[in-house]
């Protein structure tokens, strides 16, 4: 045993009796003020319930000694994810955040969306005293990134009016934090198609046509106007005419985002008067794992804008973004070298 602030941390058992069948959460220690103070665990009667990932932290943070001299390489056989999930919880506990891990959900009995692996309560805040700020996911940074599945669950957490905050990790176990949003994206341009009288087709879906009293908006040449696959009004079905269709209806003006290698960078109004808020990803571009995912927001975020990933669906199209949070809201950690 060690002394945490003149209080004997003792393990007294390890029991499953109070976990979900299958967990391995199953350490409880004789104090509460982990509880009290740091919302470490889950209090039961008179003892400190411990999950895996509470243990690690523990242990690393409370001078906890481990269960057993076997407990740690026998918990990560049986979990594989505990490494990460422990870098995770470090980084959002290093601000004085609280958080509650999966393993305590169906006991503690909040309210939260399928798929969420942590809740998170502000420094002031506390299990206790009231509903958490934020549903918290993890990924390793070469994980699957899954937009329809991130879509679902991020409308899902800000329906109950909280933070959606997705943590990374990468391969040097160093751990940085977004948040996942919905965009609705609303302008005042309004929306110019030429008839496509006379228009000479060029290459990759291009047209030449001879306009007179055209617009700063359209590249011109020649006494003509160049125009992409969207400013015509033939019938073009797919997704990122879709998408560019879509932003026009909403009074937002798309024009090639090719300087900032993605598909379109989108205006709110003219061109001459407003930068563009947004960068736009095509929908056949879309990020494959997270560390393309984090590339595109950090990127964005360098030129004051933000990327947004278009999920196409029969008769509508919805926007995500993942974005970097506010400076005083950033969970992060360098793991040291030891």
């Not at 919302?39 to 003892?47: E, W």
């Not at 269960?67 to 979990?79: G, T, V």
């Not at 228009?199 to 291009?206: E, V, Y």
């Amino acid at each position: 045993m060690r002394v945490w602030e003149d209080r004997r941390v003792q393990v007294v058992s390890a029991t499953r009796r109070y976990m979900t069948r299958g967990d391995i959460a199953d350490v409880r220690v004789t104090t509460r003020r982990w509880w009290d103070k740091s919302a470490i665990g889950r209090p039961v009667d008179d003892v400190l319930l411990l999950c895996p990932t509470d243990v690690v932290y523990c242990h690393d943070h409370r001078g906890m000694d481990w269960p057993s001299e076997e407990w740690f390489p026998n918990a990560l056989k049986k979990r594989s994810s505990l490494i990460y999930e422990a870098l995770v919880n470090e980084a959002m506990r290093q601000p004085g955040n609280k958080v509650l891990w999966h393993d305590h959900f169906k006991e503690m009995n909040f309210v939260l969306t399928d798929g969420t692996q942590a809740l998170r309560w502000d420094a002031k805040n506390h299990p206790a005293r009231g509903l958490p700020d934020a549903e918290v996911r993890w990924n390793h940074a070469r994980s699957e990134f899954d937009i329809r599945d991130l879509l679902n669950w991020c409308r899902a957490v800000e329906g109950l009016d909280r933070i959606a905050e997705m943590l990374i990790v990468d391969d040097d176990l160093d751990v940085v934090s977004y948040r996942v949003k919905e965009f609705h994206p609303l302008g005042s341009f309004e929306t110019q198609f030429y008839d496509g009288d006379g228009a000479i087709d060029m290459l990759n879906g291009s047209s030449w046509v001879s306009e007179n009293g055209g617009t700063e908006r359209i590249p011109s040449f020649l006494g003509g106007y160049v125009l992409d696959e969207n400013s015509l009004p033939k019938v073009n079905d797919k997704l990122g005419a879709r998408v560019a269709r879509d932003m026009e209806g909403r009074g937002i003006l798309v024009r090639t985002g090719f300087k900032y290698g993605v598909r379109w960078r989108a205006y709110e109004g003219d061109m001459s008067e407003n930068h563009a808020p947004w960068l736009i990803s095509h929908p056949d571009s879309l990020p494959t794992d997270w560390t393309s995912a984090c590339q595109g927001s950090r990127l964005s975020s360098g030129v004051n804008k933000t990327m947004l990933l278009p999920v196409v669906d029969e008769g509508s199209v919805s926007y995500v973004a993942i974005v970097r949070p506010p400076p005083d809201s950033r969970w992060s950690t360098t793991r040291r070298r030891q």
